[in-house]
């Protein structure tokens, strides 16, 4: 079996703008950071509001739901 080097060269400018340019990108990282940031702000304080406040949802359980 023959080892071969195989050289890659990737511009990052334009993949940078092939994703900016795409909306579907856009939205899944923004609602990416949205989640994370709304999880972090229960236990770090008030970034946006009385909505970010509210306290986690309980755990769903089959007990529960009867």
Do not use: C, W
Not at 18 to 38: C, D, G, M
Not at 43 to 63: D, E, F, I, V, W
């Amino acid at each position: 079996m023959s080892q071969e080097n195989v050289e890659i060269d990737i511009d990052l400018t334009v993949l940078a703008h092939k994703l900016v340019s795409n909306p579907a990108f856009i939205k899944a990282v923004a609602e990416a950071i949205r989640i994370s940031q709304t999880k972090q702000v229960r236990s770090m304080g008030n970034l946006y509001g009385h909505t970010a406040q509210q306290q986690k949802p309980a755990p769903t359980t089959k007990r529960r739901l009867r």
